[in-house]
């Protein structure tokens, strides 16, 4: 079975803090596909990042990264000098090849206070 | 031009009634899903069309029934609505034939019933 968990409920930082989010996820599948989210209060799902487990280069986009690394398996998302405007409920996913099925973690809340 | 977008954004109705949700992309996606986001922020997977076709139905009760007329539009309707169907319904789209690249979401439709 697949399955993503997010074991962080909410966090909260002050402004300009780093900040990390962790995902673990499961499955048996060799190829598979993980995802992060992110929902802020004002409730549209945002896409911020896929990668394929045969890629497991770290991303970095602006203050965005991303750790992936199969040996553990995580895919945990680094917000660096967080801001006000990160506050929001960021989601890990995961889907293999012909499942059709996007399995969510649970949601990490993220509050940064000025 | 909205990539992913459903109607209507609010509903509120009494426990018992019959209501439906649109859902089109303009994306040319060829999969189309329902998600279901209950008050814990808990995202589930309820169907997904590949093409016009039913691949998924994840133990959805009856009262839930999907209709797919052509593979830009993906519809909800719901019967007898109970008080926990209250939710907030998320319409997506991904490209491709295998189901794995990202999910574009619509804005949500949140459902009260009373």
């Known amino acids: 079975a697949q399955k993503v968990t997010q074991a962080q409920t909410e966090i909260s930082v002050v402004e300009k803090e780093d900040v990390t989010l962790d995902c673990v996820y499961e499955t048996r599948d060799t190829t598979y596909y993980l995802f992060w989210y992110k929902q802020p209060p004002s409730g549209e799902l945002v896409f911020l990042i896929r990668r394929n487990s045969f890629d497991e280069q770290n991303e970095i986009s602006g203050r965005y990264s991303w750790n992936f690394q199969k040996s553990t398996s995580s895919f945990n998302f680094t917000i660096t000098a967080s801001q006000v405007v990160d506050s929001a409920v960021y989601f890990c996913?995961?889907?293999?090849?012909?499942?059709?099925?996007?399995?969510f973690g649970t949601g990490t809340r993220l509050k940064v206070l000025a | 031009d909205t990539a992913v977008s459903q109607t209507p954004k609010y509903l509120v109705t009494q426990m018992g009634n019959d209501k439906s949700i649109k859902c089109e992309q303009n994306?040319?996606?060829?999969?189309m899903y329902w998600y279901k986001q209950d008050s814990k922020k808990f995202l589930k997977i309820m169907f997904s069309y590949n093409n016009k076709e039913l691949i998924i139905n994840e133990t959805v009760p009856n009262r839930f029934s999907p209709k797919s007329p052509d593979k830009a539009h993906l519809n909800l309707h719901i019967n007898s609505l109970e008080l926990g169907d209250s939710a907030v319904y998320f319409c997506?789209?991904?490209?491709?034939?295998?189901?794995?690249?990202?999910?574009?979401f619509g804005e949500g439709s949140r459902l009260t019933v009373l």
């Open positions: 996913a995961l889907t293999t090849s012909g499942t059709y099925k996007y399995i």
């Open positions: 997506a789209s991904s490209l491709g034939r295998v189901g794995t690249g990202e999910l574009f």
């Open positions: 994306l040319g996606h060829d999969t």
